[in-house]
T-cell receptor, first 114, second 111 residues
Framework: NAGVTQTPKFRVLKTGQSMTLLCAQDMNHEYMYWYRQDPGMGLRLIHYSVGEGTTAKGEVPDGYNVSRLKKQNFLLGLESAAPSQTSVYFC?????????????FGQGTRLTVV | GIQVEQSPPDLILQEGANSTLRCNFS?????LQWFHQNPWGQLINLFYIPSGTKQNGRLSATTVATERYSLLYISSSQTTDSGVYFC?????????????FGTGTLLAVQP
């Protein structure tokens, strides 16, 4: 029972480099999310998707792009990495319910931009 | 937007002690979750509890939605309970479930 899997777990980038973080879920969830966590803070929403082929901006979207070409995958891209994007990134997914639903998180990706 | 406040910010316990963590939120919610972030950084789902009371072993949680707060109880604490406890809420219609996180309670359980 894998749940939500993030790849890679760790990465070091130089300023200006690009990379893509992959999130995969095997729970057939419609909704997927990317969050970032900075020291001493809770998680903040970067982008989210309510279904295959759809994406929307969250609280802190600048400097990131996302794609949801397949229902089970949600990709987070950094086109030109900056030191301010040093953070721990979490992906999450949840199923559809009008009453609110439980979100499940991946193990996180620790990104350092030097 | 909705504000989430957690207290206390830090807590040190001796093994075997009990504790209560509090989460206050500023608006009505349709989702409230408690998470434990362990020392390795993993976020572990503890409770999905937009209202009512739930128990899971030594942990229990109560959410009083009308008064906009939730409590997490840890009984007979163990060193493995150490880490950061987050409360997160959502009040968006259509269940987009965009969670707003508090800043957490850092718990250290000493042997």
């Amino acid at each position: 029972n894998a749940g939500v899997t993030q790849t890679p777990k760790f990465r070091v980038l130089k300023t200006g480099q690009s990379m893509t973080l992959l999130c995969a879920q095997d729970m057939n969830h419609e909704y997927m999310y990317w969050y970032r966590q900075d020291p001493g803070m809770g998680l903040r929403l970067i982008h989210y998707s309510v279904g295959e082929g759809t994406t929307a901006k969250g609280e802190v979207p600048d400097g990131y792009n996302v794609s949801r070409l397949k229902k089970q995958n949600f990709l987070l891209g950094l086109e030109s990495a900056a030191p301010s994007q040093t953070s721990v990134y979490f992906c999450a997914s949840s199923y559809v319910s009008q009453g609110g639903t439980e979100a499940f998180f991946g193990q996180g990706t620790r990104l350092t931009v030097v | 937007g909705i504000q989430v406040e957690q207290s206390p910010p830090d807590l040190i316990l001796q093994e075997g002690a009990n504790s209560t963590l509090r989460c206050n939120f500023s608006d009505s919610v349709n989702n409230l979750q408690w998470f434990h972030q362990n020392p390795w950084g993993q976020l572990i789902n503890l409770f999905y509890i937009p209202s009512g009371t739930k128990q899971n072993g030594r942990l229990s949680a109560t959410t009083v939605a009308t008064e906009r707060y939730s409590l997490l109880y840890i009984s007979s604490s163990q060193t493995t309970d150490s880490g950061v406890y987050f409360c997160a809420v959502s009040n968006y219609g259509g269940a987009t479930n965009k969670l707003i996180f508090g800043t957490g309670t850092l718990l250290a359980v000493q042997p």
